[in-house]
């Protein structure tokens, strides 16, 4: 086993919440490499970052890359939007995490206090961005979770619970329970 969790879902699903929580518990490096990690090591800005990528795959394809790199170095929970599909032949568990629309335009207006992202059309309106570009990257699905071990309703659990059974599904694994 490569000691690899990849753990995927939309804004508001709690991607970061659980990965550092699955993290802690398993004593395992967080891998969340984004954008503003990107920035700094370029030495650019995110917004320059974020204008560049509208226009040149690069940046995204740059992101993964790192992504990846990061996970192949240890034992790691990597959390983002790609990693089930990014990891699919490296992770030893897979899971995505699901919310509603409304409920996730709710979380993401609390965490980030923006009033306009807790509108269900703008979280809408972003997935469907969001799904386009996968698409074109890389023919990624984000909306099929079929390499995904288990999806999770984050509606139905708190992050806790949710830690709780990621982990639980990784021992499962580990000791060979489950594997068919």
């Known amino acids: 086993m490569s000691g690899i969790i990849a753990i995927s879902g939309k804004s508001g699903c709690g991607n970061s919440t659980v990965t550092a929580g699955v993290a ?12 503003k990690n990107l920035a700094v090591d370029e030495g650019r800005t995110f917004e320059e970052i974020m204008e560049l990528s509208r226009v040149e795959d690069r940046w995204d394809h740059a992101v993964d890359r790192k992504q990846v790199e990061l996970a192949r170095r240890g034992s ?24 509603s ?3 996730r335009a ?12 807790s509108d269900p059309e703008y979280t809408k309106a972003r997935d469907e961005s969001d799904h386009e570009r996968y698409l074109r990257l890389y023919s990624f699905d984000n909306d099929d979770f079929v390499d995904a071990d288990l999806v999770i309703n984050t509606e139905r659990f708190d992050p806790e619970s949710i830690t709780t059974i990621i982990c639980n599904s990784y021992g499962l694994r580990q000791s060979g329970v489950g594997i068919s």
């Open 24 to 35: 802690a518990k398993l004593g395992f490096n967080v891998v969340n490499y984004t954008f």
């Open 106 to 117: 709710e979380r993401v207006m609390r965490r980030e206090g923006r009033v306009q992202r």
């Open 101 to 103: 629309p409304s409920v």
């Open 76 to 99: 790691s929970v990597v959390g983002s939007r790609l990693a089930i599909w990014l990891l699919k032949d490296i992770a030893d568990l897979r899971i995505y995490l699901w919310a």
